[in-house]
Nanobody, 125 residues
């Protein structure tokens, strides 16, 4: 059984940084991507970043490029999301996800089979 546990959320002022981590266990062979998604109140869940666990290739949403960095230690073990230059619009619940994904579908939440409970990120102006 796959378990994903996020940590590292919190409150920060605009321009600040936060580092989120996702501890994964029970990851099976059908998982080749780990990703981060976020959902703000009243909005749909959106992809933030993902990493292919076997090759370490990273993918970012346009809003995350240049500000956020996804990384992993041992593949399928721990995934981090370093967030710099945070903006109030980054305020959301951030979720870690694991899935069997094609590179061109990494942003589609439906391709991920396992999700963490989420960690709240609040950025004040």
């Amino acid at each position: 059984q796959v378990q994903l546990v996020e940590s590292g959320g919190g409150s920060v002022q605009a321009g600040g940084s936060l580092s989120l981590s996702c501890a994964a266990s029970g990851i099976t062979a059908n998982t080749n991507f780990m990703g981060w998604f976020r959902q703000a109140p009243g909005k749909e869940r959106e992809a933030v970043a993902a990493i292919s666990t076997g090759y370490g290739i990273t993918y970012y949403a346009d809003f995350a490029k240049g500000r956020f960095t996804i990384s992993q230690d041992n593949p399928k073990s721990t995934v981090w999301l370093q967030m710099n230059s945070l903006k109030p619009e980054d305020t959301a619940m951030y979720y870690c996800a694991a899935g069997g994904v094609f590179f061109n579908t990494w942003q589609r939440a439906s391709w991920y089979h396992s999700w963490g409970q989420g960690t709240q990120v609040t950025v004040s102006s």
